[in-house]
């Protein structure tokens, strides 16, 4: 995977050297069509590529088989082939279902993902899940493709909806727990500094999600670290039909693990507060509006779930996080 800085104007030249000439079919959102189409699009006409563009519904409701199908079907007839490549512009919905399209047409082509959003910026632009969502749940249709360029231009993220940027915040902050240091410290807002420094906090979560991912491509150990927070998170998502957006319920998930940590005597009091303090710092609601008994009856479905154990992140301080195998039952308490 290789991760490149770089104005959206010079993507061109970025794919240029990986694939030097052929077709290249652009999938994005009407949203992110309206700002930045054109300028995507002009910076790979310059380098004589043919363009084909692909634009769906903005929202999580067009990761759907059918979306998928029409966009494969033209692609077909647009005559792309083994040689040709995808664009990804747009936040997760797009990458995911670019990405899947990617993998699966011909066997798989290149994908370039340009994360517009910031939660696909830090996440999932990067490391190469990919898949749509079926009747039955999210993403339950997939494969593992890895992008051949991810190139980030932040200066797209002016136009993002300030909730959008919240809800891929709160990965951020997710990274600079795992992380600790420096990196926990920046988050931390300064009284004689309003000045955020979101660009450094961006590079440093892309930068630990593409590090853990390349020792741990499939997701079989270290990259669980990065579901911190997401195992109940993905059940408050679930409970609430989606209503409550991920990054929202991450948080939510995050300062429940915490919680729980601290109760079993496994981080002390310092960290407890510390990470509770920067999820209120930045406002995330940590009341959960669901018990625990459902949260666990959806956990026990959930397709992680290695029998009648599950494997739970757990802070055991600031940038100390452990994966710890826990019996469903033991939740409970
Ligand atoms: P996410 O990135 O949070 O996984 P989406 O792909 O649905 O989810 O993106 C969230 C919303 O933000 C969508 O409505 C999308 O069209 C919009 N969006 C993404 N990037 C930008 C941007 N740079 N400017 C304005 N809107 C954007
Ligand atoms: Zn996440």
New binding site residues.
Partial sequence: MNLVYGELSNLGERIKAIQPSGSIGIITDQNVAEYYLESCAESLRTFGYKLSYYVISPGEESKNGEVYLSILNSMARDELTRTDGIVALGGGVVGDLAGFCAATYLRGINIYQVPTSL?AMV??SIGGKTGIDLEAGKNLAGAFHMPSLIYQDQSLLATLPEEELLNGM??II?CGILTGGDFFEMLIPKEDDMDIPLDEMIKKSAELKLDIVSRDPLDKGERQL??F??TF?HAIEKLSDYEIK??FA?AMGMALITEISHERGWCDGDTRDAIIGILDTWGYDMEIPYSMEEMIEVIRVDKKRKGDSIDLIIPYGIGDCRITRIPIDELHE
């Fill in positions: 939660l996440d999932s709160a990965e997710k990065l579901n927070g997401h998170g991920h990054g991450v």
